[in-house]
């Protein structure tokens, strides 16, 4: 499987700030995702990352307040902009594809808490 | 659009007990995907169901396919205290997985 690695780990961030998570993954994936897990619930997908395009967002979620950078085939970012406190969650990135196929391994997210 | 439900939400079991958790989408998927997320942790996978009927087992585990692809369930035969964690069928019409809410399992010994 893919060694997934997101920076930051975790971060205490102030309201109406941004923050820009990052995605490496050690070996080239054909398809990047960005999922939101807030406390005790499930995953949503935020966004597809499409390398050099646009990213597609899910319903709910715009490029405006979720900007997502791809540009290579094993690095992402998203940042969470002009944050509110229920911006506060878990942010993971996926990866899947190539030697994968279908399967998502994850990435070991990043804990936001926005005050 | 898509929905995937999982129940149940929680169980409690006595270690040695089994679990059982159950996975239905509102659509038929092209595969399903369970992945098990411990306390504090991100969601690992475990295994992927593509055929119709399809049945695998991993030790104690038995995930199930349904006929109709649109239903998956998750056994875990004699409990242990490291099974505990939320459980997630995740099922992919198309690029996206659509997660269920997930059965969170506690065991008590």
């Known amino acids: 499987s893919a060694v997934i690695s997101q920076k930051p780990s975790r971060d205490i961030c102030q309201r109406g700030t941004s923050l820009t998570i990052q995605c490496q993954v050690d070996?080239?994936?054909?398809?990047m995702f960005w999922y939101r897990q807030q406390p005790g619930q499930s995953l949503t997908l935020i966004a597809t990352?499409?390398?050099?395009?646009?990213?597609?967002?899910e319903s709910g979620f715009v490029i405006d307040k979720f900007p997502i950078s791809r540009p290579n085939l094993t690095f992402s970012t998203l940042t969470v902009s002009n944050m509110s406190p229920e911006d506060s969650s878990i942010y993971l990135c996926?990866?899947?594809?190539?030697?994968?196929?279908?399967?998502?391994?994850f990435g070991p997210g990043t804990r936001l808490l926005v005050l | 659009g898509q929905q995937v439900m999982q129940i149940p939400q929680y169980q409690h079991v006595q270690e040695g007990e089994d679990f059982t958790t159950y996975c239905n989408s509102s659509?038929?998927?092209?595969?399903i995907q369970w992945y098990k997320q411990r306390p504090g942790g991100h969601p690992v996978f475990l295994i992927q169901?593509?055929?119709?009927?399809e049945v695998k087992k991993q030790k104690r585990l038995t995930f199930q396919f349904g006929e109709a692809k649109k239903n998956s369930s998750l056994h875990i035969t004699a409990t242990q205290t490291t099974d505990v964690g939320t459980y997630f069928c995740?099922?992919?019409?198309?690029?996206?997985?659509?997660f269920g809410k997930g059965t969170t399992l506690s065991v008590s010994s």
């Open positions: 995740a099922g992919q019409a198309g690029t996206a997985l659509i």
């Open positions: 996926s990866v899947a594809g190539t030697a994968f196929k279908e399967t998502q391994y």
């Open positions: 659509t038929t998927l092209s595969n």
């Open positions: 070996s080239q994936v054909t398809m």
């Open positions: 990352a499409n390398q050099g395009s646009e990213a597609t967002y």
């Open positions: 169901l593509v055929k119709s009927g």
